[in-house]
Structure formats: structure tokens, C-alpha cells
């Protein structure tokens, strides 16, 4: 590294001398905003510009920051030319901070000082070639069209007349033409001449950056990549562009054109960030994240998503990244098709389209990189393998999660598949997966079989154990199957209401014996209360008695899951046996829609893990570990003395009925409390205890 140096600078120093500034065409578009950057960048200025004018002997100064600059190969006719490396965004505002204080400074009086800020902007016609732009500081990327026209506009700039008014470096020229206005007062006063001259100071020398600068042999990507490590906010795809255009350049290929033509990732839906489990990335980086998996089986964490990639590159020496391009474009544009597809209301779904839509309703992103390995351009798999092989993983997945079962491990076995089945015919594959996924017998990966399912489900309070985006995506499905039936296009994905046919509040006019309401209210949130509708009733219908609410209800028989519903209240009141019947009728569909191979029974090696994951107090009741009526007391020190009851449905605290041991402490500790250990019975054993003993008698769950 002997030929880096490095220098404090003032913008005078660094922008006095005819040259060119460079920012690549790969470089990452202009990204600084009013509040987070411009006004405490302009309020910093105006600062040591108030300061200059009551003490014009002080000596202040603002740093801004650092930045990296390489120095083009130079030719004899031309001027020096500095590739910007990292440190962009800051001398792009600068830059467009001082073109607007010149242009505002642009009048008889404090010409002089516009003059002084626009040579630190623009090199003089001397220099450059007719008709070539005189701009110091030269956009390669999406950005050039809008830096050129913004920072050569005549004063004063008309901003309404400016072709891409909502470009971002339009905006922040606008708004520091706005706040130094502003700031400068009533034109032709002492006071606007003084601030003047203030503010052309301070920006031609009481500002300092610190540069690195880097001679033309010396590794870019090197620094690059060293800063963005200690904390420079750019995104994999950011690190990956940049490696990938250093590395077409040294390929002797088209970068520009190459970046133009197949560079896929700039647009709005590949800028807009997602959710990746607690925290947000860009959906760009996300993809190729997700296209490392599905290229090499491997799991990869987000953080490593650009040395990943750099890696595969780099160890294979016969890999050109020109070439390698449009496999990535050619995938990245079948993703975008997808998510835009899967996002539409309208219209029947593909197996591909559907696992997309599936996913966004659980906000997951696990089986992407299954997709996108399916669908890799370069192994042309036939349309039925494909969907043969989506359904198998949705099958898994969704069986998984109907049981509330962990994630935390499948990404690693979908990697695993991926990296086994590389080569795998495809009149082989969708066997072989399945068979794979058979095989898993461990809690954390396991494929669950019917007769879990059936009994999980039989009795789960599904409209509160579910995410409502999940639930309704779960009704959708059978819907879907009721509809496949007789050919008809699946039910549009708008976000149609769930209502319960069992009101949530019906004890003013569906009563039932006192002895009765425990069963009635266990009922209320199953699976076989719940249908869709195309609109909402209104809340004196839907809490209304039944004779009201069925005929309400068939307006809405465009509704196979509502039209099937009235078919089972022909002659009958709507009741926990029917609930119950029609639990069990839907369950059979979800089995259906998500099937296991023939035989499948979903067994586990470590039955004690899995105990731990689905066991609900209901179940110790059940069992007879515990009764109804029984006293729970808190076992932790701050909470001596208080006390529960286990009821029927739950525990019983002051009136409000919880269906888990967590939320019952919960109640009292206002934190996430395991209640599990919060909670012993009367002979001091934990309910801890109680499960483990349960667990133990129960092997085969």
C-alpha cells in the first residue's frame, strides 16, 4: 500500500486545478436526503458562516468527511482525471451545494463570489474541448443526465422546467438554493453582502475532507471494500456492482455498454428494501443472496453475501463476469415477473407464482432459492418437474408452519438438496426430494405426516395462532381446491375479509346454558368457524342471530368455503358439531393441497425437542397431569403469592382466560416471561415439570 497518500484538503485545494472527478457507471445512485443529510450538512455550514461574520479573525473549520479518489491513467492531452472510489455522495452535495450558492450569489454586487465558487465547479472553457461539458465533477451512472442539466442551468435555476424535476440531485440543489436564499435576506443590504462573502468563504476554504489518493496501478477494490467493512453504508449489491464493472474493466470489456445493457438491479423494485427476518435489505442484495444459494448449495448469511460472491468469481479462473452477467439479468428479470405477478389481485397463480404469493402472505423468503434454481436458464427443466418439485417444499414448508414449527434449520436443507441434486435428471428429481425430505427425522426438519396435522388442527384456536395474512392465505387454499373442482379460476387474492360464524361476541344472541359456554367459546376461533367473504358484514349482522346472519351469508355464495358452509345448515342451527365437523372436512383439504408421500407418518428421533415445541396446557389437562380448577402460583420472587387457575381453554387470571403459561405471566411481569417456569401446582413441580412428564408418556407425538 506504499502508493497510497493521503491529505487534508479544502474544497479550494481540491477543485482549483482544471481536472475531472469520475464517478463510474457502477457506482450507486445519489441517495442523500433533506433529513438526514442536507439539512445537518447546511446547518453545519451556516454555523461556521455566522461564526466567520462575528469573529471574522477566528479560525473554524467543518470536516466532511473522507474520501477515495484513484488517479486515471494519464494522456498528454488531456486533463487530469480522478476516479471518485467511495466517498461520492458527499462530494456530489458538496458540489451541488456550492453550484447553488453561485447560482443565488449570480447578481450585481456578489457576482464575484458566485465567480470564485463556480471555478471550483466548472473548469474553464480554456481547458475543454468545444462542445464537452465543463463540469468538474463528471456522473458516469444514472445520475449524469441530472447532475449535467442542474449544475448548468442558467441563474436562476427554473426548476420546473427541469426535465427529471424528482430526481434526487435536483431536489437537494433545489433545497440549498431555497435555504441559503433564505438564509442571505433581503437582497442589496449590508447584511446580504456580508453573509456572502461569509459563505463563499467558508465553502471555498472552511471545509476540509480528507483524501486518499490512490495512483492508477494501485488495487481500488482493496480500499473499497476495507471501508465498507468498518462501516460505510453500502448494500452487498452495491459491494458486488462495483467489483463486478472493476472486473469487466480489467477483462478489457464494455463496461459502460455492459452496465446499460445487462446490469439489472436499478430500478425502484430492486432499491426498495425487504424484510429479512429483524432487519431490512435491499431487494437486490436479498436476490443475489438467494442466487449464491441456488448457484453453489450452499447457506449463505446476508453478511457474506458479497465475499461469497467474490469468491466464486475469483477461484475459478476461467470465469468471466461479462459472461456471467446475463445468466444473473436473465434470473433477476424471472424474479421481478414473479414478485410483480404474485403481487396482482386478479387472475389464477402458477405453482411458481403461488409460492411466491405464499411466502410474502408469511413473510418468508425460504424456498427463493429453490425457484431460482428451478428455474436456471441454463438446465432447461420441463414446466411439470418444476411445479413437481415446488410442491413437494411447499408441502414441508407449510405443513411446518401449520404446526408452528421452527425455521431456523431449513435453509440450511435447502441448500443441502440444491448442492445433492445439481446434476439429478429431471425425471429423477421430484422423487428425490421427496425422498429426502421423508428422510428427515429431527424436530427442527422433520416433515410432519396427516395424523399430527390432523390433530393439531382439530382443536386449534386457528384465528388467533395465525398471522392473519397466513390464515387467509390457509382459506385461500381451500378455497382453491373446492374451486379446481369444476374448473373454476382461483379466488382473487384482494385481501377479503375472514369472518367467524360463531360471533366472537355471542353471548347476547347465540346463548347457550352456562354449563355450555366453555365448549362454545373453545369453538370460536377453529378452523371450521372461519370462512371468507367477498365483503365485510356489518357488525349488527355478524354479531346478529343465525337465521340473519345465513341469509347475509348467501349473498356471498360466490364462495365455495361459504357456499359449502350453508349446505351443512340446511335443517340445523350452526353449532359446535357442525364447527367440528367442518374443522374436520377442511383439515382433509389442507392434507390435500399439501400432501406427504404415501406411507409418510412424520416421525421424529428426538420426540422430547418436539414435545417442547407444540405441548399446550390443554394437553396436560387431557391427560390428567392437571384438572380444571387447579391453583397455579408464581414462582418468581417479585410475584409471591400470586395466583392462577387452570380452566377450561386456558388459565384463568383475574377473569381474562390465556391459552399459554407465557401469556399468563406475561400478565404480571409485562416482559416475555417463559411461563413454563413462572407457574408450579400445588406439589411445587413447575409446569415445566408437568410437561416433561407428558413428553415422556408420550413418545410417538
Keep these: 500500500m506504499s502508493d497510497v497518500e493521503t491529505h487534508k484538503r479544502t474544497p479550494q485545494q481540491l477543485f ?87 447560482a443565488v450569489l449570480m447578481r450585481p454586487g456578489t457576482d464575484r463570489y458566485a465567480r470564485r465558487l463556480e471555478s471550483l465547479t466548472h473548469n474553464s472553457a480554456d481547458y475543454v474541448p468545444e462542445g464537452a461539458s465543463r463540469l468538474k465533477l463528471r456522473h458516469l451512472n444514472a445520475d449524469r443526465a441530472a447532475f449535467d442539466e442542474v449544475m448548468d442551468a442558467e441563474p436562476p435555476v427554473d426548476y420546473t422546467a427541469v426535465t427529471d424535476a424528482d430526481s434526487q440531485i435536483v431536489k437537494a440543489h433545489r433545497y440549498f438554493s431555497s435555504a441559503i436564499t433564505v438564509w442571505l435576506g433581503e437582497a442589496d443590504t449590508d447584511e446580504f453582502a456580508d453573509r456572502a462573502e461569509a459563505l463563499a468563504t467558508v465553502l471555498q476554504s472552511q471545509l476540509q475532507l480528507v483524501t486518499i489518493e490512490l495512483t492508477a496501478a494501485e488495487n481500488s477494490q482493496e480500499i473499497f471494500e476495507t471501508l465498507n467493512a468498518r462501516g460505510t453504508p453500502l448494500t452487498a449489491a452495491d459491494l458486488v456492482r462495483n467489483f463486478v464493472f472493476q472486473r469487466i474493466e480489467a477483462e478489457g470489456g464494455d463496461a459502460k455498454r455492459t452496465y446499460d445493457d445487462v446490469w ?15 432487519h431490512f435489505v435491499s431487494r437486490s442484495s436479498l436476490f443475489l443472496n438467494q442466487w449464491l444459494t441456488a448457484r453453489l448449495g450452499e447457506e449463505i448469511s446476508p453478511q457474506s453475501t458479497f465475499t461469497r460472491f467474490k469468491a466464486y468469481v ?91 414449527l421452527t425455521s431456523s434449520d431449513l435453509g440450511r436443507v435447502i441448500a443441502d438438496v440444491i448442492n445433492i441434486h445439481m446434476t439429478t435428471p429431471p425425471d429423477e428429481l421430484v422423487q428425490r426430494v421427496t425422498s429426502h425430505l421423508a428422510r428427515l427425522k429431527v424436530t427442527s426438519t422433520y416433515w410432519p405426516g396427516d395424523d399430527e396435522i390432523r390433530g393439531s388442527l382439530a382443536t386449534e384456536l386457528a384465528y388467533r395462532r395465525f398471522p392473519r395474512a397466513r390464515l387467509r392465505a390457509i382459506l385461500e387454499a381451500i378455497e382453491n381446491d373446492y374451486r379446481a373442482e369444476t374448473n373454476q379460476p382461483q379466488i382473487e387474492r384482494n385481501g377479503l375479509p375472514i369472518e367467524h360464524i360463531l360471533p366472537q361476541k355471542w353471548r347476547d344472541t347465540w346463548p347457550v346454558p352456562e354449563d355450555d359456554e366453555p365448549a362454545r367459546q373453545e369453538h370460536v376461533h377453529r378452523l371450521g368457524n372461519l370462512t371468507l367473504l367477498t365483503t365485510s358484514l356489518n357488525s349488527k349482522v355478524s354479531n346478529g342471530p343465525w337465521s340473519t346472519k345465513r341469509d347475509a351469508l348467501l349473498k356471498h355464495n360466490t364462495i365455495k368455503l ?58 396436560l389437562v387431557e391427560a390428567g397431569l392437571i384438572a380444571e380448577g387447579d391453583v397455579l402460583r408464581a414462582t418468581h420472587r417479585d410475584h409471591v403469592g400470586v395466583t392462577a387457575t387452570i380452566v377450561r381453554g386456558g388459565i384463568d387470571v383475574g377473569g381474562k382466560i390465556y391459552t399459554s403459561p407465557s401469556g399468563a405471566s406475561r400478565h404480571f411481569r409485562n416482559t416475555a416471561t417463559n411461563g413454563w417456569y413462572f407457574w408450579a401446582i400445588d406439589d411445587g413441580r413447575r409446569l415445566a415439570d408437568v410437561r416433561s412428564e407428558f413428553s415422556e408418556a408420550s413418545p410417538g407425538r
Design 16 to 102: 482549483n486545478q482544471p481536472q475531472h472527478f469520475v464517478i463510474p457507471l457502477f457506482q450507486r445512485a445519489y441517495v442523500w436526503k433533506e433529513d438526514e443529510q442536507w439539512e445537518p450538512l447546511w446547518k453545519d455550514v451556516r454555523r461556521v458562516a455566522e461564526l466567520r461574520i462575528s469573529d471574522p479573525s477566528r479560525d473554524v473549520a467543518h470536516f466532511l468527511g473522507a474520501v477515495v479518489l484513484q488517479a486515471d491513467e494519464a494522456r498528454i492531452d488531456t486533463m487530469p482525471t480522478w476516479n471518485v472510489i467511495d466517498g461520492q455522495q458527499r462530494l456530489t452535495t458538496l458540489q451541488i451545494m456550492m453550484d447553488a450558492a453561485s
Design 264 to 278: 439489472p438491479f436499478e430500478t425502484k423494485f430492486w432499491a426498495k428494501e425487504v424484510s429479512v427476518g429483524r
Design 562 to 619: 361459504t357456499g359449502r358452509l350453508i349446505e351443512l345448515t340446511q335443517d340445523n342451527e350452526w353449532s359446535e358439531e357442525l364447527i367440528d365437523q367442518r374443522t374436520d372436512e377442511m383439515i382433509s383439504t389442507i392434507l390435500r393441497v399439501w400432501p406427504v408421500p404415501d406411507g409418510h407418518k412424520g416421525h421424529v428421533a428426538d420426540p422430547q425437542t418436539k414435545a417442547q415445541d407444540w405441548v399446550q396446557v390443554k394437553h
Design 314 to 404: 475469483e477461484h475459478d479462473p476461467t470465469m468471466r463476469v461479462v459472461d456471467l452477467l446475463p445468466v444473473i439479468k436473465k434470473q433477476a428479470d424471472l424474479y421481478e415477473q414473479w414478485t410483480t405477478r404474485a403481487s396482482t389481485p386478479e387472475g389464477s397463480l402458477d405453482p411458481t407464482t403461488m409460492a411466491v404469493y405464499r411466502m410474502a402472505a408469511n413473510s418468508s423468503e425460504i424456498l427463493k432459492p429453490v425457484l431460482i434454481w428451478l428455474h436456471d436458464p441454463t438446465q432447461n427443466r420441463p414446466s411439470h418437474v418444476i411445479d413437481g418439485v415446488i410442491s413437494v417444499f411447499e408441502s414441508w414448508i407449510q405443513r411446518r408452519q401449520l404446526l408452528r
